[in-house]
C-alpha cells in the first residue's frame, strides 16, 4: 500500500510539472525568435505528461497514449514534408550556365504549406487529448476553442500566403541570381499572420492552467480506497 502511494505520488508530480513545462512552451511558442525554445519545452512537458499518466485514471491514460501516437504521426509526416519540399529545391534552383525550374519550387513550397496545415489538423487533438480527462467542462471548452482557432490562424496564413508564392519565387529567380529579398518578404508575411497564434496559444495556457490548478487543490485524482477489511472467520462453535 505505501509503495503504490508513492508510485501514484510520482505520477502525479510528473503530471503537474509537465503542465507547467507545456503552459510555458504555449506561452512562448507563438513567438517567432523563441518558437524553438517553445516547442522544446512543450515536447517535455508532454514527456512528463505521459510518464506520470497512470495517476490519473484509464480514460487519462488512453487519451495521453492517442495523443503520443498523433506526435509520432506528426513527426514523421512532417520529416517527409520537409524532405520533399528540399529536394524540390534542389532541383528546381538555376545553376550556372543551365537552367532550373522555379515553378516547381513554387508549387512545393505550395505543397509545403498546405501540407503542413494538414497535418496541423491532426496534430492539434494531441493538445485537446493530452489533459481532456483532467479537466472540467469549462476547461475542455477552452481546449477545444485552442484548437479551433489555431485552425482558423493556419487557414488565414495560406488565405494570405499561397497566391504570393509563385510571383515571390520568380521574382527572386528573374535575373539568372537568387534575390532573396522577395521570399524575406513573404517570410515577414507569413510571420506577420503568425503573430495570431496568440490567441489559441493563451487559451491552451488557460486551460492547462485549470488542470493544473486541479491537481495542486488534490481535486485529481480522487484517493485511493482504503482496502476492505477482512472481517475473521466466524469462531468454530462449542462441541455439545
Do not use: C
Request: proline share 8%; no cysteine.
Amino acid at each position: 500500500m505505501v509503495f503504490l502511494g508513492r508510485f501514484r505520488q510520482k505520477g502525479i508530480d510528473r503530471t503537474r510539472n509537465g503542465l507547467t513545462l507545456l503552459m510555458v512552451g504555449a506561452a512562448i511558442q507563438w513567438i517567432p525568435v523563441i518558437a524553438v525554445l517553445g516547442g522544446l519545452l512543450a515536447l517535455i512537458g508532454l514527456v512528463l505528461v505521459v510518464w506520470g499518466r497512470k495517476a490519473f485514471g484509464p480514460a487519462h491514460v488512453r487519451n495521453v497514449l492517442i495523443a503520443l501516437a498523433i506526435l509520432v504521426f506528426v513527426i514523421v509526416a512532417v520529416v517527409v514534408l520537409t524532405l520533399n519540399f528540399t529536394f524540390a529545391v534542389v532541383n528546381g534552383i538555376p545553376r550556372t550556365g543551365g537552367t532550373g525550374d522555379t515553378s516547381s519550387i513554387a508549387s512545393a513550397f505550395t505543397t509545403f504549406l498546405i501540407g503542413a496545415f494538414t497535418i496541423g489538423i491532426v496534430g492539434g487533438l494531441q493538445t485537446v487529448l493530452l489533459s481532456y480527462a483532467l479537466q472540467k467542462p469549462i476547461g475542455r471548452s477552452l481546449l477545444w476553442s485552442a484548437y479551433v482557432a489555431n485552425l482558423v490562424v493556419g487557414f488565414l496564413v495560406l488565405r494570405e500566403i499561397v497566391p504570393k508564392v509563385g510571383p515571390a519565387f520568380e521574382q527572386a529567380f528573374a535575373t539568372g541570381r537568387y534575390d532573396s529579398g522577395p521570399i524575406n518578404a513573404l517570410q515577414s508575411g507569413i510571420s506577420a499572420v503568425q503573430l495570431l497564434a496568440v490567441i489559441p496559444s493563451m487559451l491552451l495556457v488557460a486551460a492547462y492552467y485549470l488542470a493544473w490548478a486541479r491537481i495542486k487543490r488534490g481535486e485529481i485524482p480522487p484517493p485511493i480506497a482504503p482496502p476492505v477489511p477482512i472481517p475473521p472467520p466466524p469462531a468454530n462453535s462449542p462441541s455439545p
